[in-house]
Every structure is written in structure tokens, then in C-alpha cells.
T-cell receptor, first 115, second 111 residues
Framework: GAVVSQHPSWVICKSGTSVKIECRSL??????MFWYRQFPKQSLMLMAT?????????EQGVEKDKFLINHASLTLSTLTVTSAHPEDSSFYIC???????????FGSGTQLSVL | GDSVTQMEGPVTLSEEACLTI???????????LFWYVQYPGEGLQLLLK?????DKGSNKGFEATYRKETTSFHLEKGSVQVSDSAVYFC??????????FGTGTSLTVIP
């Protein structure tokens, strides 16, 4: 079956540093990728939708300058948390839509801890 | 706005016990409803879905029926196995792009 590889699976960083999370579709092309965030005991929340070759669409309340999303190819999207702070500590998960279908495949998630 | 409320866990059951994980939703229009499962160390996978009222989704012995009158989509299985231990997420979507997820329910099945 289709696989989405997300990494790293966990990362600890110092406050003020930037962290990049990668999301790759390994055996299919993904025209659209989605980034979600989940705070403890809360729902998964959509942060942004990215389409290959165009700017990401951010949900209300998500700072686009803080959460930089790049979807430069049909198999790779990256989320960069810039100048991370402890309140950015969360579980981030991506999903990818297989080109030409409505099927979504999810990465395994990244647990970010900012000290 | 649209949202999903899901039974909080964790849930611990003995093998062969009956499982129900409650899920209710709030949405305008006619959403599709989903259950996703995340096994340890893996990504979310679609378990089952239903696209209209009274539809029943089923897979791997799990079932859920789209009940518009009660705005519910409860997940059920008659006899759980140790291999069913995972986190289960209820979700809705109206356009296939934006998904609204519940908080997830952790299930542990003990032999």
C-alpha cells in the first residue's frame, strides 16, 4: 500500500531554533499535502494545505511566517517551525493525497518538544 | 463550526470483549464520516467510512453506522483482539480536503 514517510519522528530543540519536518510520499505522487497539529488531549487540527508548486493555504490563526511550508515536488512537503518556542511543542502530522484520487495517506507524526 | 466529539480513553478490554467507541459530530450540510486507526509506530490509516445517512462502513470486523438523527458514528466490534490495540480517530470531511478529527481514543486489548 501507499506509504507516507514523515521524519523526524521526534525532535527536541532549544527555544529560538528552527526545526524542519519532512513528509514524503514514497510510492505515489501527491498533488496535495496537509499538515496537522495536535496539542495534548485536543483534536488534530488542520494547519495548512499545500499544493505542489504553489503557496500553502493556512487555516485561520496559523501564522504563515512561523510555520513555513514548502511543497516543491510531487513527493515532498516540508514544514519548518521557525524560532520555535515552548508553546510550539506539539504533535505534528502530515497527510498526502494520491494524485488523481481522493485517498489520503498519513505520516506517522513528529513529536516536537521545545525547551 | 464543524467538529467531532469522541469518547475519551484510554479504553482497556480483555480479548473477545465487545467494543464501542462513541463519536458524535456537528456539521452543516452533509459530511462524510471516517474512522482512522493508528497502530503503534505507524501512520494513520483509514479504517472505514460512510458518505451518507444510514450508510454502514465496515472493515476488519469493525462497523460504524452514519446516524443523522443522532449525529453519531459510533465504532463497534463484537470481539476485539490484541492486535486491535491502537489509537482510533473519528473524523468528518465535507469536501475531502479539510478534515475535522476527534481527540483519539487509545484502545488496549489484553490477552
Amino acid at each position: 500500500g501507499a506509504v507516507v514517510s514523515q521524519h523526524p519522528s521526534w525532535v527536541i530543540c532549544k527555544s529560538g531554533t528552527s526545526v524542519k519536518i519532512e513528509c514524503r510520499s514514497l510510492d505515489f505522487q501527491a498533488t496535495t499535502m496537509f499538515w496537522y497539529r495536535q496539542f495534548p488531549k485536543q483534536s488534530l487540527m488542520l494547519m495548512a494545505t499545500s499544493n505542489e508548486g504553489s503557496k500553502a493555504t493556512y487555516e485561520q490563526g496559523v501564522e504563515k511566517d512561523k510555520f513555513l511550508i514548502n511543497h516543491a515536488s510531487l513527493t515532498l512537503s516540508t514544514l519548518t517551525v521557525t524560532s520555535a518556542h515552548p508553546e510550539d511543542s506539539s504533535f505534528y502530522i502530515c497527510s498526502a493525497r494520491r494524485q488523481g484520487t481522493e485517498k489520503l495517506f498519513f505520516g506517522s507524526g513528529t513529536q516536537l518538544s521545545v525547551l | 463550526g464543524d467538529s467531532v466529539t469522541q469518547m475519551e480513553g484510554p479504553v482497556t478490554l480483555s480479548e473477545e470483549a465487545c467494543l464501542t467507541i462513541n463519536c458524535t459530530y456537528t456539521a452543516t450540510g452533509y459530511p462524510s464520516l471516517f474512522w482512522y486507526v493508528q497502530y503503534p509506530g505507524e501512520g494513520l490509516q483509514l479504517l472505514l467510512k460512510a458518505t451518507k445517512a444510514d450508510d454502514k462502513g465496515s472493515n476488519k470486523g469493525f462497523e460504524a453506522t452514519y446516524r443523522k438523527e443522532t449525529t453519531s458514528f459510533h465504532l463497534e466490534k463484537g470481539s476485539v483482539q490484541v492486535s486491535d490495540s491502537a489509537v482510533y480517530f473519528c473524523a468528518l470531511s465535507k469536501n475531502g480536503n479539510q478534515f475535522y478529527f476527534g481527540t483519539g481514543t487509545s484502545l488496549t486489548v489484553i490477552p
